[in-house]
């Protein structure tokens, strides 16, 4: 295992390292405190341990890596991610997973406003809660609240599956409550697995878009 030192190594060193073409496959970030941008644009299939908490974008752009964080992460976690694994021990601040186009974000506790905004294709699995315009112009993929969610949950959001386990405070415009079929509990409960949380996919209820904003009308202008 390689082991990089922050109290003595630069942010730039440790991404440097990440993205050269060497031989180390497993990785130990010590002293991370906070600092920001670590382990951005990894393209390589190497397992990381970050050892303390992250500040804003940490794992972003990920491809391949498989990142832990034993802490909490701030402003966008795994933004962009394109393939890969990224789990956050602690909580996640706002915008967790925002774009991000596939690959497997866990966030053992809660994350703040706007996750998984814009989400293309990422599977989000949160233990706790979220904040509010979460899945706003949610695209593709598959967001799991094993909490409550916040206001605006999947404001004019397109085919993303959300699933929630406890309460929405509200739902934002064309996100509608949607049946939950045998296919869908299936999906969640592989979810679930993966993510390593002992919930039942029979303990969900789904949400989706009614498709209502798909093409402009001028009598939904308001919604827009």
């Given at each position: 295992?390689?082991?990089?030192?922050?109290?003595?190594?630069t942010?730039?060193?440790?991404?440097?390292?990440?993205h050269?073409?060497?031989?180390?496959?497993?990785?130990?970030?010590?002293?991370?405190?906070?600092?920001?941008?670590?382990?951005v644009?990894?393209?390589?299939?190497?397992?990381?341990d970050?050892?303390?908490?992250?500040?804003?974008?940490?794992?972003?752009?990920n491809?391949?890596?498989?990142?832990?964080?034993?802490?909490?992460?701030?402003?966008g976690?795994a933004?962009?991610?394109?393939?890969?694994?990224v789990?956050?021990?602690?909580?996640a601040?706002?915008?967790?997973?925002a774009?991000?186009?596939?690959?497997?974000?866990?966030?053992?506790?809660?994350?703040?406003?706007?996750?998984?905004?814009?989400?293309?294709?990422?599977?989000?699995?949160v233990?706790?809660?979220?904040?509010?315009?979460?899945?706003?112009?949610g695209?593709?993929g598959?967001?799991?609240?094993?909490?409550?969610?916040?206001?605006?949950?999947?404001?004019?959001?397109?085919?993303?599956?959300?699933y929630?386990?406890?309460?929405?405070?509200?739902?934002?415009?064309?996100?509608?409550?949607?049946?939950?079929?045998?296919?869908?509990?299936q999906?969640?409960?592989?979810?679930?697995?993966?993510?390593?949380?002992?919930?039942?996919?029979?303990d969900?209820?789904?949400?989706?878009?009614?498709?209502?904003?798909?093409?402009f009308?001028?009598?939904n202008?308001s919604?827009?």
């Amino acid at each position: 295992m390689k082991t990089i030192d922050l109290s003595t190594a630069t942010v730039r060193d440790l991404n440097q390292a990440l993205h050269a073409q060497v031989l180390d496959h497993e990785w130990r970030v010590t002293h991370s405190n906070g600092k920001h941008n670590l382990a951005v644009g990894v393209n390589q299939p190497v397992s990381i341990d970050i050892e303390g908490h992250a500040g804003y974008y940490c794992a972003g752009m990920n491809q391949q890596a498989s990142i832990t964080v034993h802490g909490n992460v701030g402003v966008g976690c795994a933004e962009n991610m394109m393939s890969g694994s990224v789990r956050v021990k602690g909580s996640a601040s706002q915008a967790a997973g925002a774009t991000a186009h596939g690959g497997l974000l866990v966030i053992e506790g809660d994350a703040g406003a706007r996750c998984g905004i814009s989400m293309k294709g990422i599977d989000i699995v949160v233990g706790g809660s979220i904040g509010h315009m979460s899945c706003f112009m949610g695209q593709a993929g598959r967001l799991v609240v094993c909490g409550d969610a916040g206001d605006a949950l999947g404001d004019s959001l397109y085919e993303t599956h959300i699933y929630v386990k406890g309460t929405v405070e509200s739902l934002g415009s064309d996100c509608v409550e949607k049946e939950m079929r045998s296919e869908h509990l299936q999906e969640l409960q592989e979810l679930l697995d993966r993510a390593g949380f002992a919930h039942q996919a029979a303990d969900f209820k789904r949400y989706g878009s009614a498709r209502q904003l798909y093409n402009f009308k001028v009598d939904n202008a308001s919604a827009y």
